[in-house]
T-cell receptor, first 117, second 110 residues
Framework: DTGVSQNPRHKITKRGQNVTFRCDPISEHNRLYWYRQTLGQGPEFLTYFQNEAQLEKSRLLSDRFSAERPKGSFSTLEIQRTEQGDSAMYLC???????????????FGPGTRLTVL | GDSVTQMEGPVTLSEEAFLTINCTYTATGYPSLFWYVQYPGEGLQLLLKATKADDKGSNKGFEATYRKETTSFHLEKGSVQVSDSAVYFCALSEGRQLTFGSGTQLTVLP
């Protein structure tokens, strides 16, 4: 069973450093999502790719955040000049995109927990 | 914009008790509705879904009915087990991203 995988699972960094996370979606899924989850809250949408195109970005995604999906397969999320407020669990999800709206079953990875000291 | 409001926790029940976790939503169109579960130390897993009004989603003894008239999607289980202890998230989608509620922590005591 090749589900969504994320690396690393944990990352501790000092404020001001750059970090990069990787997500490998389920192989036939053309949609890929990034979410952020802080303690005691539900996941919040950050950005979304269909194949290699980044189609939507949340207002939560500041200029310090950048995401790529260069070949429409794996994706990376980079945070530059990290701040303590960036500490959270970063979740990746993938889905099969289709023409019908309203049905969007997403499969989640285990997440990368970021701690900024 | 879209939003999901779910019953605040934590909820503590004895084994075999009846469970209800309330969820209401606001959406501009006709969303699909989901319940996700997050077991300790694990990722989010889809528990059940409903894609149109009056649909009932069910899985592992849990069920929820899409009620358009009350914009609700309450999660129920007739007899909870210790292994159901987890955080439960209600979510909606209008075709792209999921919008989640804040989660309800459930603890089931033996």
């Amino acid at each position: 069973d090749t589900g969504v995988s994320q690396n690393p699972r944990h990352k501790i960094t000092k404020r001001g450093q750059n970090v990069t996370f990787r997500c490998d979606p389920i192989s036939e899924h053309n949609r890929l999502y990034w979410y952020r989850q802080t303690l005691g809250q539900g996941p919040e949408f950050l950005t979304y790719f269909q194949n290699e195109a980044q189609l939507e970005k949340s207002r939560l995604l500041s200029d310090r955040f950048s995401a790529e999906r260069p070949k429409g397969s794996f994706s990376t999320l980079e945070i530059q000049r990290t701040e303590q407020g960036d500490s959270a669990m970063y979740l990746c999800a993938s889905a099969i995109g289709g023409s019908s709206a309203g049905y969007n079953e997403q499969f989640f990875g285990p997440g990368t927990r970021l701690t900024v000291l | 914009g879209d939003s999901v409001t779910q019953m605040e926790g934590p909820v503590t029940l004895s084994e075999e008790a009846f469970l209800t976790i309330n969820c209401t939503y606001t959406a501009t169109g006709y969303p699909s509705l989901f319940w996700y579960v997050q077991y300790p130390g694990e990722g989010l897993q889809l528990l059940l879904k409903a894609t149109k009004a009056d649909d009932k989603g069910s899985n592992k003894g849990f069920e929820a009915t899409y009620r358009k008239e009350t914009t609700s999607f309450h999660l129920e289980k007739g007899s909870v087990q210790v292994s159901d202890s987890a955080v439960y998230f209600c979510a909606l989608s209008e075709g792209r991203q999921l919008t989640f509620g804040s989660g309800t922590q459930l603890t089931v005591l033996p």
